[in-house]
């Protein structure tokens, strides 16, 4: 099942995305859902199932198989008697069932038989609620032990629940590599010794970052690729709904919100991005009565639950500067010069090439090209080989009259672009900018 684009209802309640999907094929397992109704329930108790079961069994592996098992059990036995009233206690009643059965009769778990019949008939009164299960979870998927690669696979196939196939689509792999990426995550899990726990308070805040970037680098793979299509809109709608989901475990943590703000925000823009032929729209040039109002005003919403908790951080700040993109009727309304000093604020707070970059664009834009050439020459060797530099300082050098040092920075950032799509638009600006 894969997200639809419409605007549903998330985690938070303030996000604008479902968990249903298009599809009446079930993302966890091969079988037919019958109804979008069931199809909804599968969706919301993938992540629920498949992190309390690896609570209960220590096991991440036994755990997924367990809960394939009770959807593919599910999608027939719904299919003719209709849906449960308590489906997910239903589903964890079958996977519990079978995981003990298996424990039995595999070699692989005879001899943990007894241990995971133990914890699986643990009352359920004498165990944590399922949210810390969920959140433990995807605490452990996010460790730093794991590579930024790993972090991703992991999460989007036991978090999200996205299968394999799905997860290699969307990363422009096999699915045998894709699979061999989880079967070498999930090892170096065990041979670290990874714990799937909510880190103390006084190591959360270096443990949330881990979890937010890796949010944060889902949505970036869906809003612009490096490869193939260029926007992803299933690996968008799966970041938002992480992040709504972070929200309501950690509703205490600022940045939770402004990373759900910021992808809110930068998701409305989405409709409006790439026109009939799909190709690029620039945002100066953007259509902006198609950005989603609902995901402006989610994020705005999302933003003031941020800063009310009053412990600024970098997400808020990246929501801060989206806001006011979105609150400009027109890009020559753009408020940049407070644009401008948001992004400096957030150089002090985490200093970065990139953030640098983006100051010298708002620069340029409220106070001239030359301002944004000189914030530019700082950061020109460390981002040499980053394409949006040399986009950036093309722009710049073309509005200064520099064309054919306009044309050769465009050139690089040619040479240096990987999507097809964007190379189109590219090639496009630079023969409107340098005629």
Not at 233 to 240: P, V, Y
Not at 248 to 253: A, I
Not at 318 to 346: E, K, M, N
């Amino acid at each position: 099942m894969r997200r639809s684009r419409g605007p549903r209802r998330s985690p938070t309640s303030t996000t604008a995305r479902s968990r249903s999907g298009r599809s009446s094929t079930c993302r966890r397992c091969s079988s037919s859902v019958p109804h979008p109704e069931v199809a909804e329930v599968f969706g919301a108790q993938w992540p629920r199932l498949v992190a309390t079961l690896r609570a209960d069994l220590g096991d991440l592996d036994l755990a997924e198989d367990a809960a394939q098992h009770a959807f593919a059990v599910a999608s027939e036995r719904w299919h003719a008697d209709g849906l449960p009233g308590a489906p997910g206690a239903w589903l964890l009643t079958v996977a519990r069932r079978w995981a003990i059965d298996q424990a039995r009769r595999d070699v692989r778990w005879a001899r943990r038989e007894d241990d995971v019949r133990a914890a699986l008939e643990l009352p359920q009164r004498d165990r944590g609620p399922i949210s810390d299960d969920l959140l433990a979870m995807i605490f452990g998927c996010c460790h730093r032990a794991l590579d930024e690669s790993a972090r991703v696979a992991l999460t989007l196939r036991y978090v999200v629940g996205l299968p394999t196939a799905s997860l290699a689509r969307s990363f422009l792999v096999s699915e045998a590599t894709m699979a061999k990426r989880l079967v070498r995550a999930k090892k170096k899990i065990a041979a670290s010794r990874v714990p799937f726990e909510v880190p103390d308070r006084d190591l959360l805040a270096d443990s949330l970052d881990d979890v937010l970037k890796v949010v944060y680098v889902i949505y970036t793979q869906g809003h612009a690729a490096p490869t193939g299509e260029l926007v992803r809109g299933d690996l968008c709608d799966e970041a938002r709904w992480l992040a709504g989901t972070l929200c309501d475990l950690l509703p205490e943590e600022p940045e939770a919100w402004g990373l759900a703000s910021l992808l809110a925000y930068t998701d409305a823009r989405r409709p409006a991005r790439l026109d009939a032929d799909g190709e690029v729209v620039l945002l100066r040039d953007q259509d902006r009565s198609r950005w989603d109002a609902e995901a402006i005003a989610a994020g705005r919403r999302l933003l003031a639950r941020a800063l009310a908790l009053r412990r600024v951080g970098p997400y808020q700040l990246q929501a801060a500067i989206a806001g006011a993109h979105a609150s400009a009727p027109t890009f020559d309304d753009t408020d940049w010069r407070t644009i401008r000093r948001l992004y400096a604020v957030l150089a002090r707070l985490e200093p970065s090439p990139i953030v640098s970059l983006n100051e010298a664009v708002a620069a340029a834009l409220s106070e001239g090209p030359e301002s944004g050439l000189a914030l530019l020459s700082p950061i020109a060797e460390e981002l040499d080989g980053y394409h949006y530099f040399h986009l950036a300082r093309a722009d710049m050098l073309a509005a200064t009259g520099e064309r054919g040092a306009a044309r050769a920075a465009f050139d690089r950032a040619l040479a240096l672009c990987e999507n097809e799509t964007e190379r189109r638009t590219i090639a496009r600006v630079a023969a409107e900018r340098t005629p």
